[in-house]
């Protein structure tokens, strides 16, 4: 009986040390991800990011377990849903709130610059989502809650978190739109979530502006309308403190509360991690701590602790995710994760027998509906190639691969009259910074930009050797020097007169 005994223990200690011994990286979804808003349904969990001045819009990812996501889509895809006319990384789509409601999936944002505050519907998470349903109540961050057959909207009116009641059909406004909660004195009291437990009305808000003071705020209700009181422990998340003073993830803020399946309760929030240095030019992106929220108690989100990039606590059972990187021709259709930035002119892209084809058009730093599709850059260490046909681009057209963070902060490597050229514009500064004269060979040229934490290099293929053309920091493109509310993304563009023909782009 003892042997039986002192065998279950030691069963029992392997499975504790098991689960202990389970961990995840973050970010859960890394690069140019911000403003992350979850939901579950069923087994299912799903997140949607804001996605400011890119086409299509609002990138919906899916996951089985909290820590393995993968795009399955884009909420607004269609220009209907979408316009965005002069928006430029300070514009264009905020922070958007998925919720689903007796099978039907909300989505709700703001488009900053192009109509306001708006909802869209679907029956599937991948879509196809409704024509926007425009709102009355303004502030950015909106937010939904349902309960008992209504829908309540909260946002953020003159920094200020305001509820009212709307029809969840037509839009309309059924309430007075009534202030309930200014924060705790932070700056930017914004992206309020409500949420309803043990009888109580959680208002979990951000304040601090999204840098360095970004925080997570929290007070509470037995009415929905208030009045709510602030958690005495408040923040409950930030990584301005001393603790994680000297952590790469800084700005930590922006959350949504999730229970799993499993009964659990999990946060995601948006975190951007420095590189070379105090800059970071990845952007904003989605992270994920586990949280203690015990019955009428106030949420403890990671004991408390800073979260780290290895996070050492127990999973749900992990579900890996095969993400296979371009290779080689292009498929018939682009996927989800590919952009563009603003809404593309369509006949300017064509897309046959494995080659990309993109018409010139103005310049990326015009801003004006440029050429451009690109991938958002989701790896410090990253790489990128394509092989160009030059032969039917004009006297003063230029294609090739850009470094885009906004159209006053790109690095560009293109082809122009036969030589490979580095051209950087950070600010007012345009100057070039390498070329490589007489790359053709039959009219094309090889162009290749490999990335480290610190440094962009860029490449260019003459004969069988690869010769770099120049190199420029990171940092230059980073949101601390250009600006900007976004991440890098890498493209492929061309501007001015002529045709340049993509025939490959390779990940590594």
């Known amino acids: 009986m003892r042997k039986l005994f002192f065998s279950l223990s030691l069963l029992a200690s392997s499975m504790v040390m098991n689960v202990a011994a389970q961990e995840y990286v973050n970010p859960v979804i890394s690069g140019f991800n911000p403003d992350p808003s979850i939901c579950r349904v069923g087994d299912d969990y799903y997140v949607v990011n804001s996605s400011f001045q890119y086409f299509p819009g609002v990138p919906i990812y899916h996951s089985k377990d909290l820590v393995n996501w993968e795009q399955i889509g884009n909420v607004l895809n269609r220009d209907s849903q979408l316009p965005l006319k002069g928006a430029s990384s300070w514009l264009g789509i905020y922070a958007p709130t998925l919720r689903y409601n007796d099978g039907i999936y909300y989505m709700v944002t703001t488009n900053v610059g192009n109509g306001g505050n708006f909802f869209v519907t679907a029956t599937r998470p991948e879509g196809p989502w409704s024509e926007p349903v425009w709102l009355e109540q303004q502030g950015i961050d909106p937010s939904l809650y349902f309960e008992d057959g209504k829908c309540y909207l909260v946002s953020n009116p003159d920094n200020n978190i305001t509820l009212c009641e709307i029809d969840a059909k037509t839009g309309k406004q059924l309430s007075e739109s009534k202030s309930i909660w200014r924060g705790t004195g932070g700056r930017y009291p914004e ?70 399946a499993d009964g659990s309760w999990w946060i ?117 190639e394509t092989l160009l046909d030059c032969s039917q681009m004009g006297n003063e057209g230029r294609a090739g691969i850009t470094v885009y963070q906004i159209n006053d902060g790109h690095a560009d490597l293109f082809c122009e009259g036969g030589d490979a050229v580095l051209r950087c514009r950070i600010k007012s500064l345009d100057v070039e910074l390498g070329r490589v004269k007489d790359v053709l060979h039959k009219g094309k040229c090889r162009l290749r930009m490999e990335a480290d934490k610190d440094r962009y290099r860029f490449l260019c293929k003459k004969g069988d050797e690869w010769q770099e053309v120049g190199s420029l920091e990171c940092s230059l493109l980073s949101t601390e020097v250009v600006g900007g509310f976004t991440g890098v993304v890498l493209g492929l563009y061309a501007e001015g007169d002529g045709v340049a023909r993509f025939q490959s782009f390779d990940e590594y």
């Not at 509470?220 to 994680?244: L, V």
């Not at 929220?293 to 890996?320: C, F, I, Q």
């Open 268 to 384: 995601t929030f948006l975190a951007f991690r420095f590189h070379g240095g105090s800059y970071h030019h990845l952007g904003r992106e989605t992270f994920l701590a586990p949280v203690e929220w015990k019955a009428g108690e106030w949420p403890v989100v990671n004991g408390n602790m800073p979260v780290d990039t290895l996070m050492r606590v127990a999973t749900l059972p992990l579900s890996p995710v095969d993400r296979q990187l371009h290779r080689g021709r292009f498929p018939k259709a682009l996927g989800a994760e590919w952009v563009h930035i603003q809404n593309p002119v369509a006949s300017n892209y064509r897309l046959h027998n494995g080659v990309l084809e993109l018409n010139g058009a103005a310049s990326l730093t015009l801003n004006d509906h440029p050429t451009f599709v690109g991938i958002r850059q989701t790896r410090p260490v990253m790489s990128v």
């Open 191 to 260: 992206g309020p979530h409500i949420y309803k437990k043990d009888g109580y009305y959680y208002l979990l808000i951000s304040e601090g502006g999204t840098e360095l003071a970004h925080k997570l705020t929290i007070a509470r209700s037995r009415d929905i309308y208030g009045p709510y009181e602030s958690n005495p422990a408040n923040p409950i998340f930030t990584h301005c403190c001393m603790a994680a003073q000297g952590s790469v993830i800084q700005g930590t803020g922006h959350g949504d509360f999730v229970q799993a």
